[in-house]
């Protein structure tokens, strides 16, 4: 019964989006305020996050550094490596240097989300 409810938590916990996914991320690391298995089921909230879709995540990268990552990367990886409630990373090999560099991207309307969400929470 518990596994169960936790696993319902950890659903939960994930369709209301990154305000309560980092909330969820602070629980699992405190027993003391929750129930052992209930946080041990939201420790998948950790490193389980969904990615959202790579061509978005290359679209948001190339308009916000106005760049072409062809123009930028020798190499750059088709999918995200890691994948976070408020962002992911890609792996890429910079062009001018050839050095290995962690493109970090931020989840579409990440902030507009935790905006609202911490809007609501004052009621």
Known sequence: MVDRRSEELLQLVTRLGV???????????RPDLLPAPYAKGLEKL?????PFPAALGREIIERELSIRIEDVFSAF???????????????????????????????PSVLHDVALDLFMLRF
């Open 46 to 50: 950790q490193d389980s996050v969904q």
């Open 19 to 29: 305000t309560a996914i980092k909330v969820g991320q602070v629980l699992s690391i």
């Open 77 to 107: 990886s088709a999918e995200p490596v890691a994948a976070a409630s408020i962002g992911q990373v890609y792996r890429g090999t910079l062009r001018a240097s050839g050095e290995e560099v962690a493109i970090k991207v931020q989840r």
